[in-house]
């Protein structure tokens, strides 16, 4: 069992939000402000350091995790995999922890998510891995999406068609060969994807799955979401929705869903200075989408980078990434996080309850390029008291190395959707 490494004392100058010499603090309390129908129900943030690959050795990325349930209590199983360049990930991986993720298992790879000789000589591999606990089969469904990789172990350019690929981890612990999820739609010829994204589960056992989507010769991407049958073996596309679209470079990107209180919401990623949020009285007609703004009106300068929400049953949150004082010379503004509550009549964030998740460390301003960037996260309710935002850390100005950190949110009132 690995135990967490300790937050060193240098790292430790940092007060959430504050610009000091480096490092981040293990706690930091968040007050409830505003009226009482309004009122934060973030008690506090908890942060720890699950793999120290600033230190040394891999850095991994994309962790990303769900609550398997156990008799003993919950068993926390996460995939991540190595990255050692641009968009250049190895093998995926998966470690368990089953002490709410204060220790973990040594990552050990997940064989059928590994590389293989593709087309054209190219190699091709997986990556933007989600794994969902899926109750009614009691499996685990990893989804992710291919890339290739060419014979310099680069991103190639221009890849080839790609598609979700997936595993399902069954209830003893073995993993299933790759499938793809097949979506014969003429709009998806070039790529359709859904990895990084959180899915909905209904409770028939249904599964809602965003797509991106583009066909062949068109560079923007437009997104939806089908319905999806999942029997614990094979998952199927059975209905699909309308079309959400923006024209300005790669479009719309790494949809992802919630659902909160009989509605559904999907917030996307761009590339013309803004995010995006969509509703949905059924998880697959979309009303079009509106840019993220504060409850006030003004608009939120994001850059090309994922949002995740953060669902409670009172409440629902978003964690982002954004333009600030701070960190304006860091590529996409990808450090800090920040979280906000969702106002889910206007689609909009309320100001007054942003806090910061996970501080920026170091210079944002005058030494950037040395501010690990924290844009792959990924959220999971682990208990009806806490509520997980994970991240790896990434600095490809030295060696691509970086810290697997984890942020506990602790909630002042039970979250009865865990799981």
């Known amino acids: ?132 606990y899926h109750a009614r089969t009691d499996t685990v469904l990893a989804i992710g999406h291919n890339v290739y990789y060419d014979r310099t172990g680069r991103l190639a350019r221009p890849q080839l068609e790609r598609y979700p690929v997936y595993v399902v981890r069954t209830p003893d612990g073995h993993f299933s060969g790759a499938s793809r999820l097949q979506w014969d739609d003429p709009r998806g ?97 979309w009303e079009t989408q509106r840019p993220w703004s504060w409850d006030d009106g003004t608009p939120l300068t994001m850059s090309t980078t994922q949002q995740r929400w953060l669902p409670h049953s009172d409440a629902l949150y978003l964690i982002y990434t954004r333009k600030a004082e701070e960190n304006i010379n860091v590529m996409r503004w990808r450090a800090p996080l920040y979280l906000a509550r969702v106002d889910t009549e206007k689609l909009c964030l309320i100001r007054a309850s942003e806090r910061i998740v996970l501080p920026l460390i170091g210079d944002g301003v005058n030494n950037a390029r040395h501010v690990a960037r924290m844009g792959n996260f990924h959220t999971v309710a682990a208990t009806a008291d806490e509520s997980w935002v994970t991240v790896g850390e990434c600095l490809p100005d030295d060696d691509w190395r970086g810290d697997v950190l984890l942020a506990r949110i602790r909630w002042s009132q039970p979250n009865r959707i865990h799981r």
């Open 1 to 132: 069992m690995m135990s967490v490494p300790q937050v060193t004392r240098r790292r430790l100058l940092k007060a959430a939000g504050a610009v000091a010499l480096g490092g981040w603090p293990r706690c930091a309390v968040a007050a409830d402000r505003g009226e009482p129908e309004q009122r934060v129900r973030v008690k506090a943030i908890e942060r720890s350091i699950l793999w120290n690959g600033r230190g040394g050795g891999t850095t991994w990325f994309h962790p990303r995790a769900c609550m398997i349930p156990a008799e003993r209590g919950p068993v926390a199983f996460m995939t991540l995999q190595s990255i050692t360049g641009s968009d250049v990930f190895g093998p995926v991986h998966w470690s368990t922890s089953t002490d709410l993720g204060r220790t973990w298992t040594d990552p050990k790879r997940i064989a059928a998510l590994g590389r293989h000789p593709a087309r054209h000589d190219l190699t091709e591999g997986v990556c933007d891995v989600v794994p969902e």
């Open 189 to 285: 010829t070039a790529i359709y994807t859904c990895g990084c994204a959180q899915r909905v589960t209904l409770p028939d056992g249904r599964i809602l799955v965003p797509l991106s989507f583009a066909p062949k010769g068109q560079t923007a991407r437009s997104v939806g979401s089908v319905l999806c049958a999942y029997d614990g073996r094979a998952l199927t596309v059975e209905r699909r929705g309308n079309e959400l679209s923006n024209g300005v470079k790669r479009g719309l990107l790494e949809p992802t869903l919630a659902a909160f209180q009989g509605k559904y919401y999907m917030t996307i990623r761009a590339e013309d200075g803004h995010g995006y949020v969509a509703s949905s009285t059924d998880g697959l007609n």
